[in-house]
């Protein structure tokens, strides 16, 4: 395939960036260019899903140098996170270079009495929230795929999830933000109209590099599980149980969830049988007086509350809602909003329209009245009427439709939904905060707002002041293609037990790797990849090193989809987490087999493997400590105390020769030591010689105290200039 990108380009921005930070192998681009989603290989004859080289982002510097370049070259540039959702928005759609945000995860404040934390965009939610536990707060509300997903990556789709029956969309406490506009200049806004043109437009109007959220005073949560036998029952429960008690969350499974996780587990007993269960989530402190009422309740609609264990087990199980992919292979959902007052109706019409054998069902309630649906059924898509069953997805938003709800979020696939989603008045408002930043639509082209699509890159690259007429994407795809919607409903397809991915059912398929990789065609096709993402990074690792992107790999591998063996090399050779490292993934036994069998085969192409640990470097718990101080900059005289106990010369000055007035060095001072006027000073009393300002500077004027090179460590250990040394002043 040849590159859109020209070589003498790529070697410009890796000279900018950091050839460790520009990854242009075979493996690297395959892997940033996949999200959770299984797309029909038709999608590729319109859009050109293969990144030309990926860039990996380390700081809002980098991501401005290379939203720069980008801009100033017509190169399509893809913001991306963990990508752990299928509506395509994280992957190219024009191939041009991918923006990896994960190494964008440094910085961490928590302000314990204004209740907010100030938190860099590639920070993962899980993460962020164990940090504020730790300190009696936490997250308004957070998706299914916290452990993986990261705040910026949340922000970006405006998501709804856990707890939003209490809290809401993310959106909503989002005090202020700071990134890069599509010109690469930088921004820092407060103002709710401008986070308006940016929180969950998926990076098409501006990419997210850190973000201030309100946050909550903790309360523990107590699951309580009612079972009921119809949808009706179900939506009775929910609406009387959010009209007489103030829930954190609440969380619908339908008995075809239930049948798909067990028989994909090989359970013996599903916990529930041909019945729905509602998770009611208390405060722990309000749940025991509820206990008698919400019997009474559920018994009345012919109902009951399960034991305690079974809550406890199904709340634990609230990350992990796709195992059953591993039946499919490839999972077909759709995501709705629906009013909770329609929900018997719209499933009804739901079941009738696609009428499938099973039609997994999660809910979750919002504090609006509204129950966000993420529904799925399983296919195959090597199958060659897998086209038509992904319009699937096109019925249960347009079921939706009927019945007062909406699209969850157009994203690439569903993009003519985008009118629905954002609202006729804001998509227009919308659509000229693209135009006016972005006119040639190289951020994140397709993702909301319409791409043309197929056109060659010399076209869209024409010198003309506006975007380049053309049939929408939308319309061409399969999904929203009328007439391919038509005939899905039509095909009335149903799931049959041999549709698991057999050994003995993809001999042709296994090409390469042999019977020994084959074995584990269920775990390579069926892989619960934002399970694979929850595994931590601590070495901050690109993707391709993960256990998801090997696993991406060996499935490429074995479809024969990677032609260079010895690009696998530097995936393959980094070892795998243990058991205990990786137990976020509750089925990584099977999968550490598959990646055994996966090396095996490479090995014997005459791959040559070194397979070893990544060391990861430990901060002391003294430097911790230090951070921890820090990140309070409400208590002066703590932060007063330890900078009177740092040595005068490891502190900050300033070479004013040197200073552009950025303000860099104050936005990232965590104790508001760095002072910016005219020019920059450091307030000597606050500061505790944290580094941040060093590495925020662009022209090396913060200086780590007075810079003699035989007495002087240099920059600090961490920072981009380590090692080196400025003058002094005269």
């Known amino acids: 395939m040849v590159p859109v990108i020209k070589p003498r380009l790529l070697e410009q921005l890796a000279a900018r960036i950091g050839r460790e930070n520009l990854l242009t192998s075979e493996a690297d681009r395959l892997v940033y260019s996949t999200d959770v989603g299984s797309p029909p290989s038709i999608v590729d004859l319109l859009v050109k899903r293969r990144a030309d080289a990926v860039a990996r982002i380390h700081s809002a510097e980098d991501l401005e140098l290379v939203v720069s370049f980008c801009r100033k070259n017509l190169i399509p540039m893809t913001p991306r996170a963990a990508a ?37 965009a590639g920070v993962v939610l899980w993460d962020l929230q164990k940090r504020l536990n730790d300190v009696g707060l936490e997250l308004p509300c957070y998706p299914t795929s916290a452990l993986g997903a990261t705040v910026g990556g949340f922000v970006a789709m405006d998501g709804h999830g856990i707890h939003s029956t209490r809290s809401g969309n993310i959106g909503k406490h989002v005090l202020e933000a700071e990134g890069v506009n599509p010109d690469g ?44 036998k119809s949808d009706a029952a179900a939506q009775q429960l929910v609406e009387e149980a959010t009209k007489k008690w103030r829930l954190k969350h609440v969380m619908l499974h339908n008995s075809d969830y239930f049948a798909l996780r067990t028989e994909a587990t090989g359970a013996r007993k599903s916990p529930v049988t041909a019945k729905w269960g509602v998770l009611l989530v208390f405060r722990e402190a309000d749940a025991s007086g509820a206990k008698d009422d919400l019997a009474r309740i559920a018994a009345r609609l012919g109902g009951e509350v399960a034991d305690e264990k079974l809550a406890a087990d199904e709340w634990a199980l609230r990350f992990y809602p796709i195992r059953a992919k591993v039946l499919g292979p490839s999972l077909v959902a759709g995501e709705v909003f629906v009013p909770v007052s329609a929900m018997a109706a719209y499933l009804a019409d739901l079941r009738a329209s696609v009428s499938v054998k099973e039609l997994s069902c999660e809910g979750h309630v919002t504090d609006d009245g509204r129950t966000y649906w993420f529904i799925f059924t399983l296919d195959d898509e090597r199958r060659p009427t897998y086209p ?66 197929p056109i060659p890159e010399f076209v869209y690259k024409m010198k003309v002041s506006g975007p380049t007429p053309a049939p929408s994407l939308g319309f061409q795809l399969a999904a929203g293609n009328p007439v391919l919607r038509f005939a899905g409903g039509a095909m009335k397809y149903k799931r049959a037990k041999t549709l698991g991915v057999k050994a003995a059912d993809i001999a042709a398929d296994q090409a390469r790797g042999g019977a020994e990789l084959s074995m584990f065609s269920d775990a390579l096709w069926g892989a619960d990849v934002p399970s694979l993402q929850a595994i931590p990074n601590p070495g901050n690792l690109p993707m391709t090193q993960t256990v998801r992107g090997k696993m991406v790999l060996a499935l490429a591998y074995a479809r024969s989809k990677v032609a260079d063996p010895w690009s696998l ?12 490292e990786a137990k976020l993934c509750l089925d990584y036994a099977t999968v550490q ?9 490479v090995a014997k192409e005459g791959v040559e493997l070194n397979v070893k640990a990544v060391e990861v470097k430990v901060e002391s718990k003294a430097a911790h400590a230090t951070v921890a101080v820090a990140q309070k900059k409400g208590n002066v005289e703590e932060i007063k105390k330890q900078a009177a106990a740092t040595p005068e010369p490891k502190k900050a000055w300033v070479l004013m020769a040197d200073c552009i007035v950025c303000n ?54 961490g920072s981009r200039l380590y090692g080196k040394f400025g003058k002094a002043e005269a």
């Open 569 to 580: 090399k530097p995936a393959l050779d980094v070892a795998d987490p243990t058991p205990e």
């Open 84 to 120: 752990t959702n299928a509506l395509g928005g994280s992957v190219p759609k024009r191939r041009g270079i991918v923006l990896d945000l994960t190494p964008l995860n440094k910085h961490v404040a928590i302000d314990e009495k204004a209740l907010t934390v100030t938190a860099d």
């Open 664 to 717: 860099g060095c104050q936005s990232a001072c965590p104790t508001d030591a760095a002072i910016v006027t005219d020019t920059a000073r450091v307030d000597r009393d606050l500061c505790i010689a944290d580094g941040a300002c060093f590495d925020a500077c662009p022209t090396g004027a913060i200086r780590p105290g007075i810079e003699v090179e035989a007495t002087s460590a240099g920059w600090p250990k």
């Open 388 to 453: 038509l069953g992904w319009g699937t997805a096109a019925h249960i938003v347009a079921a939706a439709k009927r019945h007062g709800g909406k699209a969850y979020h157009s994203g690439t696939w569903l993009q003519w939904e985008s009118k629905s989603v954002f609202g006729a008045a804001r998509y227009r408002k919308l659509k000229a905060i693209k135009k006016q930043a972005d006119n040639r639509n190289l951020l994140n082209p397709g993702m909301v707002f319409p791409l043309p699509a």
């Open 593 to 601: 087999k598959a990646l055994d069998a996966f090396r095996r085969a």
């Open 185 to 228: 200049t930088r921004f820092a806004i407060r103002d709710r109209d401008t986070l308006d043109g940016i929180v969950g437009l998926g990076g098409s109007t501006a990419i997210l590099t850190r973000i201030k959220l309100a946050v909550v005073e903790a309360s523990a949560d107590k699951p309580v599980l009612v079972t009921l």
